[in-house]
């Protein structure tokens, strides 16, 4: 089974930057992802990693700690608009050896000019 | 066109009645998967699917069926609502692959009163 852990809400400024933490605990691991969701639509894709370091992809970046445990999901230049929840999920192994993700209960963050 | 289409978009019921809600994808993708959505809660597993004969319970299959009638076609059943089945419901697809990450629908909030 997965425990999956983020803050459940944040707050930032127009223009900064900022961290969004997930910590999990799994008896097995198959890759992360990074979802975002604005409020009341479908989650969109943002990121994977599978392997430790961090994965950069416009303004947006997305760190793993494999031994620890550990993603993060940075926003530069935030921008209005990124106000929204951001998902977490771990592939977690399923019967039969199939890895379904497994989503924490999000991070809210609200970006203010 | 969506990708992932879910009709209806919006379902107020009664306590006890007979729900279902469909799932059509043009992606080509073989899996598909149900999630329900709460305030909090984050969203979570009821069923999945990795082809027309395979289907696998999630973390909270009970109250729930499904019905892959084709690749593109996965239908969600609520045999007899009960209002805690109220949330918002999310159907999601995706291809084999370990990167591979999920594509869902617009949703659909399902109100039990």
């Known amino acids: 089974g997965q425990n999956i852990d983020q803050p459940t809400e944040m707050t930032a400024t127009e223009g900064a930057i900022v961290q969004i933490n997930c910590t999990y605990q799994?008896?097995?691991?198959?890759?992360l992802f990074w979802y975002q969701q604005h409020a009341g639509e479908a989650p969109t894709f943002l990121s994977y990693?599978?392997?430790?370091g961090l994965e950069e992809k416009g303004r947006f970046s997305s760190f793993l700690s494999r031994s620890k445990g550990y993603s993060y999901l940075l926003l530069k230049e935030l921008q209005m608009k990124d106000s929204a929840s951001y998902l977490c999920?771990?592939?977690?192994?399923?019967?039969?050896?199939?890895?379904?993700?497994?989503f924490g209960r999000g991070t809210s963050l609200i970006v203010h000019p | 066109d969506a990708d992932v289409t879910q009709t209806p978009r919006n379902r107020i019921t009664k306590t006890g009645k007979r729900i279902m809600l469909e799932c059509s994808q043009t992606?080509?993708?073989?899996?598909m998967y149900w999630y329900r959505q709460d305030p909090g809660l984050g969203l979570r597993l009821i069923y999945y699917?990795?082809?027309?004969?395979?289907?696998n319970k999630g973390e909270i299959s009970d109250g729930y069926s499904v019905s892959r009638q084709a690749q593109a076609k996965f239908s969600l059943s609520l045999e007899s609502a009960i209002p805690n089945q109220t949330a918002l419901y999310f159907c999601?697809?995706?291809?084999?692959?370990?990167?591979?990450?999920?594509?869902f629908g617009d949703g659909t909030r399902l109100s039990i009163l």
């Open positions: 992606k080509g993708h073989d899996r």
């Open positions: 799994t008896s097995g691991f198959n890759g």
């Open positions: 999920a771990v592939r977690d192994p399923s019967p039969g050896g199939s890895y379904i993700p497994t």
């Open positions: 999601a697809t995706s291809d084999a692959g370990q990167n591979q990450p999920q594509h």
């Open positions: 990693n599978v392997l430790d």
């Open positions: 699917s990795f082809d027309v004969k395979d289907i």
